[in-house]
């Protein structure tokens, strides 16, 4: 064992004789964690390599000793920021609340999402809340989406990279996969067909951006959700069109 490393386990073993009962409970619950099965895969070593994969993971199952929920996006941006910089990268968050970027990577400002819903599908990714619609025209008129659309062309301006973390399994046997979405494939839109929907009860009226390949395959779609929240969901996106950065897979025995 290194000397270091010899150094480090005999402090903590000191400090572990001061915990409480409590605390030595929630210690061993974490160690129980680390030692079950688990398997990370390294697909992309664009700024991820075999250290912060293995970090990464770990501070999952960390969250998953005390929650059987998702990793929420919050922890997400929390997580990475902290493993890139153990690990090398300078990296830093964005103030909260900024509409473009969420961190910023050895000076490349990326865009954050995740993905846990129920119905989530390996192949398709949805991201329900892509951006918010809360300003500009838009009621009854089919005209009204190509405004929107040019909202969303504009706030793909704010970063280069889009990074999205997907659970596509959840407890007891948790499954993670980081995805990268090229910007150019979001670009694309710009030439999408626009398809407002007449027909809904709703105003202003929902409507689509169909984005398809020469061939007429469908890429995704633009979904203008005119609900409460005035939101874009981006939806049906081929993950083949994607690129797989990581995956992280582990079990968590249940209490």
Known sequence: MPEVGKAKIEELTRKISALSKGQLAWLERAIKVYEGPYQYKLYNKDFLN??????????????????????????????????????????????????????????????LKTQADKNIKADKIWISKFMELGKGQWGDDPKDLEGL??????????????????????????????VEIPNDILIAAAQGTLEMMGGSRQ?????????????????????????????????????????????WGFFIQPE
Not at 55 to 80: N, Q
């Open 149 to 178: 659309r040019g909202m969303f062309l504009g706030h793909l301006k704010g970063y280069q990279r889009i990074l999205i973390l997907r659970a596509l399994k959840k407890a007891p046997e948790w499954f993670y996969e980081l």
């Open 50 to 111: 075999e250290t912060s994969l293995q970090d990464f993971g770990d501070a999952m199952r960390i969250h998953h000793c005390f929650s059987a929920e998702p990793f929420t996006k919050d922890k997400f941006e929390f997580v990475l920021e902290h493993v890139l910089k153990t690990n090398g990268h300078q990296a830093k968050l964005a103030p909260k609340g900024n509409r473009g970027h969420d961190i910023v990577i050895d000076g490349t400002k990326v865009s």
């Open 203 to 247: 105003f202003p009226k929902p409507g689509y951006c169909h984005v398809k390949s020469p061939k007429g395959q469908t890429i995704y779609e633009l979904y203008f959700d005119a609900g409460g929240e005035r939101k874009l969901q981006v939806k049906n996106l081929l993950k083949s069109q994607c690129v797989l950065h990581a995956t």
